[in-house]
Antibody, heavy 119, light 105 residues
């Protein structure tokens, strides 16, 4: 059974870069799209972007200028970087996989990691 | 940008049927998925490709999608179904989540 685990700093200074990693265990990182989603306190889910095994990426247009997603197939990990953060980027950040067939949904999620942007 | 709109809340008595709608422009031309999220937990996929259930999801969960509206139906709602529910679709390779609906049993 594949499992995902997010890791990274829980506190980030305003204007700095948020960096998170999602470690994939129990299966190969190939054959899926790997997504980042966030949820501000008390609010709904927001899709941030995805990366494929090939390295192809796609991002939420509202975040595109600040987001980088990369993949390290040798370590079975993928990562998120969000630059120039503000308090509005405070959220629980989730990683999730989706089978590369349109509409299959994100069927495996990490437990989420809380990131607070504050000085 | 593409938007998916859900009612903020739905209230249902135990054993009754809950219906949660998700509205978006020509949503029926896309696939809709549904997620259940309980407090402090990660979302769980309950419906994919409009109508399909993952094997571990109870049969009381069903979905439909036509025109501009996708619907998640919970038949014989149980107390354990109390949660937030989100629809999700893809618009030109961009993921979009609905605004979310809190189901109270």
């Amino acid at each position: 059974q594949m499992q995902l685990q997010e890791s990274g700093p829980g506190l980030v200074q305003p204007s700095e870069t948020l960096s998170l990693t999602c470690s994939v265990s129990g299966g190969s990182i190939s054959s899926y799209s790997w997504n980042w989603i966030r949820q501000p306190p008390g609010k709904g889910l927001e899709w941030i972007g995805y990366i494929l095994y090939s390295g192809d990426t796609n991002f939420n247009p509202s975040l595109k200028s600040r987001v980088t997603i990369s993949i390290d197939t040798s370590k079975n990990q993928f990562s998120l970087k969000l630059s120039s953060v503000t308090a509005a980027d405070t959220a629980v950040y989730f990683c999730a996989r989706e089978v590369m067939v349109r509409g299959y949904g994100m069927d495996v999620w990490g437990q989420g990691t809380t990131v607070t942007v504050s000085s | 940008s593409y938007e998916l709109t859900q009612p903020p809340s739905v209230s249902v008595s135990p054993g009754q049927t809950a219906r949660i709608t998700c509205s978006g422009d020509k949503l029926g031309d896309k696939y809709a998925c549904w997620y259940q999220q309980k407090p402090g937990q990660s979302p769980v996929l309950v419906i994919y490709q409009d109508t399909k259930r993952p094997s571990e999801i109870p049969e009381r969960f069903s979905g439909s999608n036509s025109g501009n509206t996708a619907t998640l139906t919970i038949s014989g709602t149980q107390a354990m179904d109390e949660a937030d529910y989100y629809c999700q679709a893809w618009d030109s390779n961009t993921g979009v989540f609905g605004t979310g609906t809190k189901v109270t049993v």
